[in-house]
């Protein structure tokens, strides 16, 4: 895709010292701030975090872990992916801190795309399950944050990790299967 291209050529300018991190922004606001609005969209009404404070804190994290760390758009998604379920994270444990009582943030395991019947997920829960599993299988567990914090697809997994698409779809199912039970508390 020509905005692949573009983005690449960014990363690889700012990777050289040639740019800044704020080139990237405009090729990819809209796409951030799609992730961030599946992020959100299972959060509480009154969140203090709005989709778009999510894309400018995830920037902002982002930024600091450059230059280098992404060198395609894949890999700065992923980036940025991890990023916003770290700060989602933080956000809970922040309010969970501040009012014992509050209801903490939830999120769905279908990749946030709101799927019939599923239940919302309390994102410390997962958090916590999503370590859990790394600890087993850390692809299992990067393919299911790239899916639910990220949005990012089979194949846009598939590219960024190297591997066959059916692979992605076979782990993402396993990874789903072993953090509902793990959440359910039979795992």
């Known amino acids: 895709m020509?905005?692949?291209?573009t983005i690449e050529r960014v990363l690889a300018r700012?990777?050289?010292?040639?740019?800044d991190l704020g080139e990237l922004m405009p090729p990819l606001y809209d796409e951030l701030r799609r992730?961030?609005?599946?992020?959100?969209?299972?959060?509480?009404?009154?969140?203090?975090?709005?989709?778009?404070?999510?894309?400018n804190e995830a920037f902002l994290r982002c930024a600091g872990a450059f230059p280098g760390v992404a060198r395609t758009r894949a890999e700065?998604?992923?980036?940025?992916?991890?990023?916003?379920?770290?700060?989602?994270?933080?956000?809970?444990r922040a309010r969970g801190a501040?009012?014992?009582?509050?209801?903490?943030?939830?999120?769905?395991?279908?990749?946030l795309e709101g799927a019939a019947g599923e239940e919302p997920i309390d994102v410390?829960?997962?958090?916590?399950?999503?370590?859990?599993?790394?600890?087993?299988?850390?692809?299992?567990a990067e393919i299911v944050q790239m899916s639910a914090f990220g949005g990012m697809s089979g194949q846009e997994i598939a590219d960024h990790l190297g591997v066959h698409r059916n692979t992605v779809v076979n782990d993402l199912k396993m990874g789903r299967a072993w953090l509902r039970r793990a959440l359910d508390g039979s795992g």
């Open 2 to 5: 020509a905005g692949d291209q």
């Open 14 to 19: 700012i990777a050289a010292g040639e740019a």
């Open 35 to 55: 992730m961030a609005d599946r992020a959100m969209r299972n959060e509480r009404p009154d969140h203090t975090l709005q989709p778009t404070a999510l894309v």
């Open 76 to 92: 700065f998604l992923a980036l940025a992916a991890r990023v916003m379920r770290n700060t989602l994270v933080d956000h809970a």
């Open 98 to 111: 501040s009012k014992r009582r509050a209801p903490r943030s939830q999120i769905s395991l279908s990749g």
């Open 124 to 140: 410390l829960a997962l958090n916590d399950a999503l370590d859990a599993l790394a600890r087993l299988d850390p692809r299992q």
